[in-house]
Nanobody, 124 residues
Framework: GELVESGGRLVQAGDSLRLSCASSGRMFVDTMMGWFRQAPGKEREFVSAITWAYGTTYYSDSVKGRFTMSRDTTSNTAYLQMNNLKPEDTAVYYC??????????????????WGQGTRVTVSS
């Protein structure tokens, strides 16, 4: 696939973890990348997004202050640094890509390309 996530594993509460999302597709000035997560029995939820050209970031309230999204434009890789992980962060994490940096960025339906997901499990 165009987007490949990696880095998910089992960790303990309070630990840190960095997820990566490598893109084999082209990036454009209006490309936006996002991280979403889906816990068992729950809907997929927005975690973070970044504008590819300028690196402007957005976060959900549940991760703000703990997670940091970044990107490496030379390798076309997006990252999600997750600190102070909590059991409620347990989920499959997906990266996604959309065109357009204006308008909505939190609904999953706005994103056209998705990775296969990487599982993060946080034990208490």
């Amino acid at each position: 696939g165009e987007l490949v996530e990696s880095g998910g594993r089992l960790v303990q509460a309070g630990d840190s973890l960095r997820l990566s999302c490598a893109s084999s597709g082209r990036m454009f000035v209006d490309t936006m990348m996002g991280w979403f997560r889906q816990a068992p029995g729950k809907e997929r939820e927005f975690v973070s997004a970044i504008t590819w050209a300028y690196g402007t970031t957005y976060y959900s309230d549940s991760v703000k202050g703990r997670f940091t999204m970044s990107r490496d434009t030379t390798s076309n890789t997006a990252y999600l640094q997750m600190n102070n992980l909590k059991p409620e962060d347990t989920a499959v994490y997906y990266c996604a890509k959309k065109s357009g940096t204006t308008g909505l960025y939190t609904p999953a339906r706005e994103y056209s390309t998705w990775g296969q997901g990487t599982r993060v499990t946080v034990s208490s």
